[in-house]
């Protein structure tokens, strides 16, 4: 059967599902009349609600779905928020282990666009783009904890003019804390499970005092083995939480510490000249005298094996220190003003220890040490490790004045952010007789292969105006400027020949200024039941501040491309038009007693995306050399639609399901040296068109359960789609009840999760990594299944 068919079909399967589901909540109103299940003492009143899967936003003139504490952690204890919005329409995430941690091969798009074209706060704290290679902000999961999550709000088309970022060009991710409890509470929660997860969280509420005033602190350990070989992920976590409330208004502080090592995985080489393709490329370490015995006497590695060959270690070190203070003013009835200051200081490091012999390596080292023997040079044992050294330093500050004038709402706010990044390569040498660990820092680079420093200033301000027309009318209209001042330098460059056609990597400054990126949007109150919208906006994304790699300026070979691409390109930009229609009823349908929400269809115009490609003949005469330019190479035309909505059979049981669709097409072939990629009418790779989700959640007696689906469609794998991914469908299964034998006295809400991720233990392809035009791509696979119980009381 077709697969674009078949997602079809699987969404059409919910119909005959609905009447099925309707007999079986019969079944569960005569076996037991219990409420769901509590998963925390500060929804006490949860117990008397219908069971929710997602919340429309009701009041947004965009499409807006909030996903809520308790569901996000009945898909797994301690999930990535990012991850928890894989249930959402439109959203394609993947990564490699089950909470969503390792950010090295992380992977999603939303409507199109990748997570580097997203934008992300925490509390309306930026948190940059997401990007691996980290210079200007932290993941979601490292920023907070997740049992610490109050809400994830994905608003897929644009996100609001206020929203802190200089990359949503396809919507926003915004992530909220947990507020404290109002009474004293210790929370106590244990997760064991597949290959020795162990996973502890503890937190403690103050309760009110004093005059206003609540506050809690909580902590974190993680720990889990990577499943195809011996790497440990995991870290721990701090944070805090102060509110005080006054007549002035609401003062908030917020502290989080973050100290977390994931272990890299390698991602396997797909092409027809690659003999060996393996499932998975797991890494040798702590079995040294296997990495020994693998390489050749010059530190060679099997021809058999081609590009496909293994590494000794790699993983991800991150440390961030993360603080903010917020206080909303009262200035009179209608009018408040808010400020907020934050901070962040981030010390990272990636590491990877691999063989001295492959991907030009040999012709690296013999720059810095000519004539010498390298293995020697490198401790005699065939490896050497490698560093990318990261730091950011940023702090900032958001103000926002919002007053209501007649049937005017109007706010203004200004955004600025001052980060001092820089990232460094340097090349460690892997002693035979004291072989390094992957979880330590290593000291004494042999080579440090560059440094680069960049100050980057960002300037963000917006104004809008929302028109009460009617009562059951609204107008909004608005615009942002967004100003972006980077200056990159490198204290340390390369010698001659240790980048490949480089003698020097690129200095200097650009400045960027958008002044007028404009809005409009409406919400009409149909009934009080149903609700329309419609909005338009343009955004941009700056220029990525990054040097040494990735689609940066600074990250160009030689000081020609950097000003050939200053003087000539433009930030990435597009205009997401949607509109849609949000239900939510009360009914008396034999079993089925309400229904919630959302169709919202798109198009969004992409222009000016920009990629790194080989120079034609003119721009190498310009330049001087073969040398690779960043350059814009045309447009994307996106068009699609996203349906969602949850039938709920009495208070027993739902029936969520997202079936959303995406074409997103390139406008534009390339050059690209003396060739033209024919790109033109050919679909984004890595997003797949066809998505599905279903979560369907029982209570029975005291037990609730969740089967959660994700169906995934094809996806292309390279940007002239000559190569592509098959779909997937994964399942997952929660859970939960009481221990009503341990409540009492001084321990109450004593509780038990079990989950169990890829419950049909699936096997194939889980995320795609494209970065070619044709003929070979790399993939991660889908993990196998894994199970884990979690135990929860409070004190």
Request: proline share 5%; charged share 15%.
């Amino acid at each position: 059967m077709n697969k674009k068919l078949s997602a079809v079909c699987f969404a059409a399967l919910s119909l005959p599902m609905l009447a099925m589901a309707a007999n079986v909540a019969a079944a569960v109103a005569d076996m037991a009349d219990a409420p769901a299940v509590e998963t925390a003492p500060e929804i006490e009143a949860a117990a008397a609600a219908p069971i929710a899967t997602v919340e429309v936003a009701t009041r947004k003139t965009r499409s807006s779905v909030e996903l809520g504490k308790l569901e996000m952690q009945k898909i797994l204890p301690g999930i990535n928020p990012l991850k928890a919005l894989q249930t959402l329409p439109g959203v394609s995430f993947q990564t490699a282990d089950p909470w969503g941690n390792n950010e090295q091969n992380l992977s999603l798009f939303i409507h199109g666009f990748s997570g580097q074209q997203l934008g992300y706060t925490m509390d309306g704290v930026p948190l940059g783009d997401q990007q691996y290679g980290n210079y200007n902000g932290l993941s979601p999961q490292r920023a907070i904890t997740s049992e610490n999550v109050g809400s994830v709000i994905l608003s897929s088309g644009a996100g609001d003019l206020s929203t802190a970022s200089t990359s949503n060009l396809g919507g926003t991710i915004e992530t909220f804390s947990s507020n404290p409890l109002p009474n004293r509470n210790v929370a106590v929660q244990q997760t064991v499970g597949s290959y020795k997860t162990s996973r502890t969280f503890v937190r403690f509420d103050t309760g009110n005092f004093g005059d206003g005033n609540s506050a809690y602190i909580s902590g974190v350990h993680h720990e889990q083995k990577a499943w195809d070989f011996a790497g440990r992920q995991g870290g721990d976590q701090i944070n805090a939480k102060f509110i005080n409330n006054s007549s002035l208004g609401k003062l908030t502080l917020y502290v989080a510490y973050s100290d977390k090592i994931e272990p890299n995985e390698d991602s396997t080489v797909r092409s027809a000249s690659e003999k060996y393709q393996p499932y998975t490329r797991p890494f040798m370490y702590p079995n040294f005298q296997q990495a020994l015995s693998y390489l050749s006497a010059t530190g060679g590695t099997p021809a058999a094996d081609g590009n496909n060959y293994r590494n000794y270690y790699s993983d991800a070190q991150r440390t961030d220190y993360l603080t903010y203070a917020k206080f909303d003013m009262n200035l009179g009835e209608n009018t408040t003003w808010s400020n907020q200051i934050y901070y962040h200081n981030d010390d990272g490091v990636g590491v990877v220890a691999g063989p001295i012999g492959v991907a030009g390596l040999p012709a690296l080292f013999a720059v810095y040490f000519p004539g010498q023997n390298l293995k020697q040079v490198f401790g005699n044992s065939g490896f050497a490790t490698r560093t990318t050294e990261y730091a950011i330093n940023r702090n900032g500050w958001l103000s926002t004045l919002t007053t209501e004038i007649g049937d005017h709402k109007l706010q203004g706010g200004l955004w600025l952010e001052h980060n001092r990044s820089s990232a460094y390569r340097r090349w460690y040498a892997l002693d035979v007789n004291n072989p390094s660990s992957p979880y330590d820092r290593p000291g004494n680079p042999l080579i440090t292969q560059y440094g680069s420093e960049i100050d980057n200033k960002v300037a963000q301000l917006h104004l809008q105006d929302e028109w009460r027309v009617r009562p059951d009318l609204a107008l909004q209209a608005g615009f942002k400027s967004s100003l972006q001042f980077a200056d990159g330098q490198f204290p340390v460059q390369p010698k001659n020949g240790a980048i490949a056609n480089s003698t020097a990597l690129p200095v200097g400054e650009i400045i960027t200024k958008k002044w007028f990126l404009p809005q409009i949007g409406g919400r009409w109150d149909i009934t009080a039941q149903d609700q329309a919208f419609f909005n338009v906006q343009k955004n941009m994304r700056q220029f990525v501040t990054y040097g040494g790699g990735g689609a940066s300026p600074w990250s160009l070979s030689s000081q020609g491309a950097f000003d050939l691409f200053k003087s000539t390109a433009k930030p990435e930009t597009s205009i997401t038009y949607e509109a849609g229609v949000r239900t939510s009823h009360k009914l008396d349908l034999g079993g089925v007693t309400a229904i919630d929400g959302q169709i919202n269809v798109y198009h969004v115009d992409f222009k000016d995306r920009l990629l790194q490609i080989s120079p034609t003949s003119v721009i190498s005469s310009i330049i001087g050399g073969n040398l690779a330019v960043l350059t814009n190479v045309g447009s994307v035309k996106t068009d699609g639609v996203d349906l969602s909505g949850t039938v709920h059979f009495g208070r027993n049981f739902s029936l969520y399901n997202a079936l959303s669709y995406n074409q997103s097409k390139y406008d534009d072939n390339y050059v690209s040296g003396k060739d033209t990629v024919l790109t033109s009418g050919k679909k984004v790779p890595g997003s797949p068109e066809w998505m599905d989700k279903f979560v369907a959640t029982a209570n029975v007696a005291d037990t609730e359960f969740q089967l959660i689906g994700d169906y995934v469609g094809k996806r292309y794998a390279t940007y002239t789609n000559d190569l592509e991914v098959s779909s997937y469908f994964l399942t997952s299964l929660s859970v939960s009840g009481k221990l009503p034998f341990l409540n009492g006295g001084w321990l109450k809400n004593a509780r038990y999760r079990l989950n169990i991720t890829n419950l049909t233990d699936r096997k194939g392809d889980l995320n795609v990594v494209v970065g070619a035009a044709s003929g070979t791509y790399n993939t991660f696979p889908i993990a196998p299944r894994q199970g884990f119980l979690t135990l929860m009381a409070d004190f």
